[in-house]
């Protein structure tokens, strides 16, 4: 039995009530009214318990990070005092087992000082509801006395926007109304500069499908793409949720937003009286329909990942209905928000109540692309991505098992280039938040150096191009050990580059990976520097300290003139695109008999079947991680290129499972074809 896909997200509603009435509210003016039958503010005890089951958790699950989002209702309700609590719980409990990053989805009405306090203190990122310029906004978020809460909003994001608060800013929410400009709102939120804009289409079903004004057949795609347009022509100031996720889809990469997309969904949801919920949005759809029957005080987050309703949302391609299934877009839609699909003939069998919109807009996107949904948009090789430079070893100290810069440096395929400018966004737009970071500058001015020189720039695109990265670079400024994390890869980078260059940070643990290459052990976690050199690189724990003990990564050459294959069996993000818990790093006896029979499967594969490589669909491997035995092969779930191989397999079942895997969107288990 395969284990679920790991849950890293909390909802946590910490009030049931709140000070607006807007009449699209999926909580309060939809089918599901149970918000009515719960405490209006969660226990403490009830805090406890939570903060006791994600922490037995993620342990087990041995997460990297989780995050929770302080919800309501409205959130604020609960004072100051009250979210100190929690979030002081919350921290206690986690912190000492992953990173946590804290965040609270807030209409900011009740946003002062002493909220911020708490927020400063714990690093709570804040979200803020606004759908547009005052006419926009006013057109549902009225309050209960029927007034605007316009200036009030700005207000609180005024209060974020302080140079003090800025880096608290998560971003700004909007959804979408046909019925108002869609410039002058994307304008409206565009002005005030944040972080982030996520657009929502409002929560619909077939039974009660969204409003749709005569005159187009898919409103909400030309009410999308007229944003688009606005967003590009204004040279895309800020990240944008919905249209960097389908950038990322076509490109071969993975969903950013369980809105779109086949990847699983991660999410869980706590009620004020400590029930265990599916997806909120699921309101919308009927009564109890996110009812699970679990609560935080007899089950635990992997009961819960384990719940039927919860696995529905995690089947990927086999999840959405036979009409998803043939459509060329599937991969960037999803199917859509789970919640879309819903009606009382069918169930959720059924393709998005806004189908037509999405793939419109799907197309829209690939058409201003240059490309078509279904194809990678092709795109110029920049300077230095042409050749292959094997001459860096990511030694330490000058020694080194002799691998070269890696796969994906030169091979111009189309969905490595695309996965590395992908790469390449997400580190952007974190820019204002990597750079406050210690040391952050330093890396950020020796990465642009590096990005410049057509020489360095192969090594970049090497580590940028890693699989396992993918799908934590949209957050690095915002999680903790991000920073950490952003500095290793840029460390990375110049020492696969030979750059001479200097690097100091706090590393919060003392096993400190560069990705790519190999992993350092220091005596304990805390300051490092990192040196390179014409001789290779050292880190240390301080300028007077001997160098870590260093263990590099190793790479298999398959065939002459192709890359060599990365062996990792050591990179903390690799657990995360595999349902299983993984091998510890092999003992070198192991490792070299992978390697050997990872090389004699190539061998085989090449006998059997020359031209193999040539197929449009082959799967492009650059990056192979042990599974445990009996596992098979298995395609990673997020980043481009990566293959799960359990340790057992044989070279004839490599030979012959790997071609069928080449079309695979989603991790596909070989071990029961024998």
């Not at 979200?127 to 057109?139: K, Q």
């Amino acid at each position: 039995m395969t284990t679920a896909p790991a849950l890293q997200q909390l909802v946590l509603k910490v009030h049931s009530r709140c000070d607006l009435a807007c009449d699209h509210c999926y909580v309060y003016e939809h089918a599901d009214q149970s918000w009515s039958r719960r405490p209006r503010v969660i226990s403490p005890d009830t805090v406890q318990q939570v903060a006791h089951r994600l922490a037995a958790y993620a342990r087990e699950r041995e997460l990297p990070n989780v995050s929770v989002i302080l919800h309501g209702g409205e959130p604020l309700l609960a004072g100051p005092t009250r979210l100190r609590a929690v979030c002081e719980t919350l921290t206690t409990a986690l912190t000492p087992v992953t990173a946590l990053d804290l965040r609270i989805h807030t209409n900011g009405l009740q946003l002062g000082p002493r909220h911020l306090d708490v927020f400063r203190q714990f690093g709570v990122k804040v979200g803020i509801s606004l759908d547009g310029d005052r006419a926009a906004n006013d057109r549902h978020r009225l309050d209960r006395a029927g007034r605007s809460s316009y200036d009030r909003v700005l207000r609180a994001v005024d209060l974020l926007r302080a140079p003090r608060d800025r880096h608290l800013f998560a971003g700004l929410l909007c959804t979408v109304d046909v019925a108002n400009d869609p410039v002058a709102v994307h304008d409206a939120l565009a002005a005030l500069d944040p972080p982030r804009i996520d657009y929502l289409l409002p929560h619909s079903t077939w039974d009660n499908p969204p409003p749709r004004p005569e005159g187009s057949r898919v409103p909400y795609a030309d009410w999308l793409l007229a944003v688009y347009d606005r967003w590009a022509e204004r040279g895309r100031g800020m990240p944008v949720r919905i249209f960097e996720s389908v950038h990322s889809t076509l490109s071969g990469g993975p969903s950013l937003t369980e809105a779109l997309g086949l990847a699983p969904s991660d999410l869980a949801v706590v009620e004020t009286d400590g029930t265990f919920e599916q997806a909120d949005s699921l309101k919308t759809a009927f009564e109890g329909a996110a009812e699970t029957g679990y609560d935080v005080f007899r089950h635990g987050f992997a009961e819960l990942a384990a719940h039927p309703g919860v696995r529905a949302r995690q089947l990927g391609i086999d999840g959405v209905s036979a009409t998803c299934r043939t459509c060329p877009v599937v991969e960037s839609c999803g199917g859509g928000l789970y919640a879309h699909r819903y009606s009382g003939t069918r169930g959720f069998d059924n393709p998005s109540v806004f189908c037509a919109d999405l793939r419109a807009f799907v197309e829209g996107v690939a058409e201003r692309r240059g490309g078509a949904p279904g194809s990678r948009p092709r795109a110029e090789p920049r300077p230095g991505e042409e050749s292959h430079d094997g001459s860096r070893d990511g030694s330490h100290g000058g020694s080194g098992d002799g691998s070269g810069d890696g796969a994906g440096d030169g091979s111009g395929d189309e969905r490595r280039y695309s996965q590395v400018e992908l790469a390449r966004r997400l580190v952007a737009a974190q820019f204002h938040r990597l750079v406050a970071r210690p040391g952050g500058k330093d890396a950020w001015r020796l990465l642009e150096e590096l990005d410049a020189d057509p020489g360095a720039r192969p090594a970049v695109n090497t580590v940028l191009g890693h699989p396992y990265l993918l799908p934590v670079l949209s957050s690095l400024g915002l999680v903790d050990g991000g920073g950490a994390l952003f500095m290793a890869l840029v460390a990375a980078c110049a020492v696969r580059a030979g750059k001479a260059a200097s690097l100091a940070w706090d590393h919060p643990s003392p096993d400190l990976h560069l990705p790519t290459l190999g992993t350092v052990t220091l005596p304990a976690p805390g300051p490092v520097d990192l040196t390179v050199g014409e001789d290779g690189f050292q880190i240390r724990s301080g300028p007077d300290t001997a160098p870590g003990s260093w263990r590099p990564l190793a790479y298999v050459e398959t065939a002459e003139g192709t890359p060599p294959v990365l062996v990792d069996d050591a990179d903390p993000l690799r657990r995360d695109s595999y349902p299983m818990p993984l091998p510890a790093p092999l003992p070198a006896d192991a490792l070299d008999a992978f390697r050997t029979r990872l090389r004699s499967a190539y061998a085989l594969l090449d006998a059997r079947t020359p031209d193999w490589r040539e197929g449009p669909d082959t799967l492009d491997v650059t990056t192979v991680t042990p599974l445990p035995p009996g596992a098979g092969l298995r395609v990673g779930s997020h980043g481009h290129g990566a293959l799960g191989l359990a340790l057992d397999f044989s070279a004839r079942e490599f030979a012959r499972e790997l071609p069928r895997l080449g079309g695979s969107v989603l991790p596909v288990d070989t071990a029961a074809h024998g």
